[in-house]
């Protein structure tokens, strides 16, 4: 089942700055159950249509078995200024940059942010291939499937607000 939640705001006036990508793999220290996940995750998403979108970053937050995987799109300024307040916050631990390089397209051009809980049905992993020991085509193409396959929420910058589920 996938979940469409429609918030956001166009990206208007960012257009022509030049685009970096970003993605890196932490441990998730939000403790399970009594719905602390679910609201830390919550909080989360509204930071980043509060902070992302206005600054013209697009992404993917993907929750993989304890783990945090996250692609990061956007003026390469406001990148580098977003992932040092990441590395500081205490959601997660042990914080390893996995790819960081200057990009032409998006892998999430009208999303502020997709969040992916693959906890149920993990991505193509197996016990000798974990996230840190992908090639850059291979890191690409598993945050692309996640997309498109387990996507949970989706933070659209279209200025619409509306709630779907399917």
């Not at 840190?132 to 690409?140: I, K, V």
Request: hydrophobic share 40%.
């Amino acid at each position: 089942m996938t979940r469409t939640l429609t918030l956001g705001r166009s990206r208007a006036g960012l257009q022509g700055e030049p685009l970096a990508r970003l993605v890196y793999l932490s441990v998730c220290a939000v403790p399970r159950g009594k719905g602390h996940f679910r609201a830390e995750i919550a909080d989360i998403i509204s930071a980043c249509e509060r902070n992302n979108t206005p600054a013209g970053i697009t992404g993917i937050l993907i929750h993989d078995r304890g783990r945090f995987i996250q692609l990061l799109e956007g003026p390469e300024e406001a990148i580098n200024r977003l992932f040092e307040r990441i590395r500081s916050d205490t959601r997660h631990t042990r914080v390893a940059l996995l790819l960081h390089e200057p990009c032409s397209r998006r892998v999430t051009p009208d999303w502020s942010m997709v969040f992916v809980n693959a906890g149920d049905a993990s991505l193509r992993d197996d016990e000798e291939c974990h996230w840190q020991g992908l090639d850059r085509e291979t890191l690409l193409a598993r945050v692309e499937q996640a997309r498109e396959e387990l996507s949970v929420i989706r933070l659209p910058l279209a200025g619409e607000q509306a709630m779907a589920s399917s």
